[in-house]
Structures are given as structure tokens and as C-alpha cells.
């Protein structure tokens, strides 16, 4: 890789920390993606689990509902990726061993904290062990990182070997138009 494509790359991902951790300090505030408890409830999560943990509801910003289809259980050592405020965690936190949420937003960290064991660190070199992970999570974190072949290198490396891995992401369905194309960033 270049040093122009670096930093680009670079550039993008100041972007997509700048605009999430405007998520977390004002989630009632316009933003180029939707944040919040009602965009939780429509992915499917619990209206309970939201009102019993506002502080994560309110600036969530993930793309599914993964604690909806993991299977995961009470031996399991689990890492959520991108964890953002929390809210993945907070569904399965009960059902496992031990589970940890990995951001690189100190704000959303700040929301998440509050409630689950974080740690502050990037995607694609993560400050963890090899395979100390039984089940890796992550919510919508791969097409906000142009670095997505080193993210899936460490989620292999710090998975145990037959570790599970859950991922949900926001597929294309036709092309983009030339102007989405062209914009460095869908947050400019």
C-alpha cells in the first residue's frame, strides 16, 4: 500500500471515529446514519432490554440484531467488535462466560463502560492474545474500515481454533449512483 492510498485510508477512518463519536456525545442530533433506541427496536431488540439500558439504546448504531441469531453459551469468552454503546453486549453478555467490547470511540467507550468491560483499540490490530476468544462479534463495522483485510487476519488470529464469528453488515442491492461513488466518505 501507498503512502496516498495510507492516507486515505487514514482519513476515512478519522471520518467514521468523528461521526460515531458524535453518535455517542449527542444521539438525539441529526446524523448521516440512524441512531437510537427506535432503530434498535426495528432491528429486532427487545423493548425491555432498550428501556432498561437507555444509556446504550440511545446511541446505537448497528445494522442487525445479532444477539437474535448468535448461539453462543455460558462457557464461552466472547469479544464484541465495534461494540459501540454496548447494546449487543448487554443481550448477550448474560448468556457467557465473559464477554468484552472492543471500540475505537472513546465516547461510545464512555456509554459501553457503563455497563461491560471495554477496551479502547482498533479493529484491525486488536490488543489481544492469539485465540483467547471462544466467539467473535461484530455489527456493522466492515464497510467503515478500508482496512477489512487486516480486521478479518485478526479476527482469526485472536479466535480460538474453532472459534465462531458473527458479523452483520449492510449489503448493496444495485449499484451506487456516480456521486456516492466518487465521495471519499458516505459521512462527508
Not at 27 to 46: C, I, K, Q, S
Not at 53 to 79: I, K, T, Y
Not at 132 to 143: P, Q, R, S, T
Amino acid at each position: 500500500m501507498g503512502c496516498g492510498e495510507s492516507a486515505v485510508k487514514d482519513g476515512i477512518r478519522q471520518e467514521v471515529r468523528a461521526a460515531y463519536s458524535r453518535a455517542a456525545a449527542r444521539p438525539e442530533e441529526d446524523h448521516p446514519f440512524r441512531v437510537g433506541a427506535d432503530l434498535a427496536e426495528a432491528l429486532g431488540y427487545a423493548r425491555p432490554l432498550l428501556n432498561d439500558h437507555p444509556l446504550a439504546a440511545d446511541a446505537f448504531v448497528g445494522v442487525s440484531c445479532l444477539p437474535g441469531f448468535v448461539e453462543v453459551d455460558s462457557r464461552m469468552v466472547v469479544l464484541d467488535v465495534g461494540c459501540g454503546s454496548g447494546l449487543d453486549s448487554l443481550a448477550i453478555g448474560p448468556r457467557v462466560r465473559k464477554l468484552i467490547g472492543l471500540d475505537f470511540s472513546a465516547e461510545m467507550l464512555a456509554r459501553a463502560s457503563a455497563h461491560l468491560e471495554v477496551v479502547q483499540g482498533d479493529a484491525e490490530r486488536m490488543p489481544f492474545r492469539d485465540g483467547v476468544f471462544d466467539a467473535v462479534l461484530a455489527n456493522g463495522i466492515f464497510n467503515l474500515n478500508p482496512r477489512r483485510e487486516e480486521i478479518f487476519a485478526e479476527l482469526a488470529r485472536v479466535l480460538r481454533r474453532g472459534g465462531r464469528a458473527w458479523g452483520a453488515e449492510l449489503i448493496l442491492d444495485a449499484p451506487l449512483e456516480e456521486e456516492a461513488r466518487t465521495r471519499a466518505s458516505w459521512f462527508a
